[in-house]
């Protein structure tokens, strides 16, 4: 297919710039490649869209419906967002016996099984690469790269608002100021949530141990956002060596996999902790090949839509179909999950209130290998707790003894330690 003929589904931020690039690169990228890219089809809501770009209104379609339908068309490319119409869309697209080009993580995170079990059975192709970590191809170094390897653990920068806001803060700007920012630079949506509450970050997550461990993950990992991070935990973590990032962490081992996506304190030699602003960064390791660690902008309009474009030159290219089976796996609890913790307590400041703090831990077999009490003429004086390895689940326990406590401000700041 030396002839791609593309049908362009969403003429938003990502469709407007798959056409730019198109536009302006086809003649390169025939040379380059033996690729010739047309645009067949190009479907939006609105006319005006298409018409600002350029495109033929005789191609320009408010209905998806046409694009599908067109026998022009050989790769449908969805870029219109979200579960529906996006799931009908591609599994249409699909029964049509069309290749699919998505960059859509939600669609994926719920649906990919249902996507791919049809794109086997009817003989084509669905490429995704723009789906998780923008312009870093994360996708096809899992899928091709790694395909001889076993992967044990992935360490993703996964959402680039989050990544920003925590950068920010860690200049001493506090989270609702970070946030602020975010939007205004077009970052973060006006209703952030779903990546401040690590949401998006998750579901990225679930696609790519899904892709790294073959396996048919249907239980939601525990998730936790930054929404509770304060500047003053970042400079602590700081004084301690640790960057704090929001860590999407997928592990296997004899056990299982375990999924979790949170804050997480990241030594400041690592890889990780230098990764700032809205970039993201996966770091991979293989049982044979150790770690790999790639970095780049997680989102934007013109760095996701070349992805985009290289999905679209790949299928021209491709003479295989992709055959991808997912087992089901056991996903291990969060509770059975091992790591060293950041706690950060206000504490009643008169005697004996460490004792009781020091004692839960004890109780629950959680043994402490930091210590770090502020000065503090208040009533409560905050105290930085770090831990040894410790269960979750017993971690959680103690944490709830010590909120009954009247000596401990509500809500003590609980965040995981990664040793990277
Ligand atoms: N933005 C990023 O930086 C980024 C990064 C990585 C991946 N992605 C993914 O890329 C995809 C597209 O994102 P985006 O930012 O380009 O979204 P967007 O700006 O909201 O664009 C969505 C487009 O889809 C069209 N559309 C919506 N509903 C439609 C329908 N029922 N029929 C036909 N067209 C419809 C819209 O048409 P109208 O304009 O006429 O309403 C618009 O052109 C999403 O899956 C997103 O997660 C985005």
Redesign the pocket.
């Known amino acids: 297919m030396a002839n791609v003929n593309i049908g362009l ?9 798959v056409v730019e690039i198109i536009q302006s690169n086809v003649d390169l990228i025939e040379k380059r490649t033996g690729v010739r890219i047309s645009i067949a089809a190009a ?4 006319k ?2 298409a018409l600002a770009l350029g495109i033929d209104p005789k191609i320009h379609t ?3 419906r046409q694009v599908i339908a067109n026998p022009q068309v050989n790769v449908v490319v ?5 579960y529906e ?2 799931r009908t869309i591609i599994l249409e697209a699909i029964k049509a016996k069309k290749h699919v080009i ?6 994926l995170a719920r649906h990919g099984y249902e996507i791919f079990e049809q794109a086997t059975k009817n003989g084509v192709n669905v490429l995704f690469e ?2 998780v970590g ?1 312009c870093i191809p994360i996708i096809r170094t899992i899928e091709e790269s790694y395909s001889s390897d076993n992967i044990e653990s992935i360490y993703g920068i996964l959402n680039g608002t989050t990544n920003y806001i925590l950068t920010r803060m860690s200049e001493g700007m506090p989270y609702e100021e970070a946030l602020k920012k975010a939007q205004a630079l077009g970052f973060a949506e006006a209703d952030p949530s779903f990546d401040v509450e690590g949401k998006d970050a998750s579901q990225k997550l679930s696609i790519l141990a899904s892709l790294a461990f073959d396996a048919r993950i249907e239980t939601e990992a525990y998730t936790e956002g930054i929404t509770r991070i304060t500047a003053q935990d970042l400079a602590y973590a700081s004084e301690l060596g640790y960057a704090i990032k929001l860590l999407a962490i997928a592990c296997k081992d004899r056990d299982g996999i375990g999924l979790h996506t949170h804050p997480t304190l990241v030594p400041k030699s690592s890889v990780l902790a230098n990764v700032s602003n809205e970039f993201n960064a996966i770091l991979l390791k293989g049982r044979n090949t150790g770690e790999l660690f790639l970095s780049g902008k ?4 013109l ?2 839509a070349t992805v985009v474009v290289t999905d679209i030159i790949e299928m021209g290219s491709r003479t295989r179909i992709t055959q991808r089976r997912f087992e089901k796996v056991t996903i291990k609890p969060f509770a059975k999950s091992k790591s060293r913790f950041f706690l950060r307590l206000d504490l009643a400041n008169k005697p004996g209130v460490l004792a009781k703090i020091t004692r839960i831990l004890g109780e629950n077999n959680i043994s402490i290998a930091a210590f770090n009490q502020k000065e503090d003429a208040g009533d409560f004086v905050p105290v930085v707790i770090i831990t040894h390895q410790a269960l979750e689940g017993e971690m959680e326990k103690a944490l709830s003894e010590c909120g009954k406590l009247d000596i401990v401000k509500p809500e003590p700041v609980l965040i995981r330690i990664a040793d990277l």
Request: aromatic share 2%; proline share 5%.
């Open positions: 589904i969403g003429l938003g931020n990502i469709g407007s710039g479907c939006s809501r609105s005006d869209k408010t209905d998806y969805e870029l219109v967002g979200g119409p996006a998505t960059a859509n993580k939600a669609v723009a789906s923008g997680g989102a934007g309009k760095p996701t």
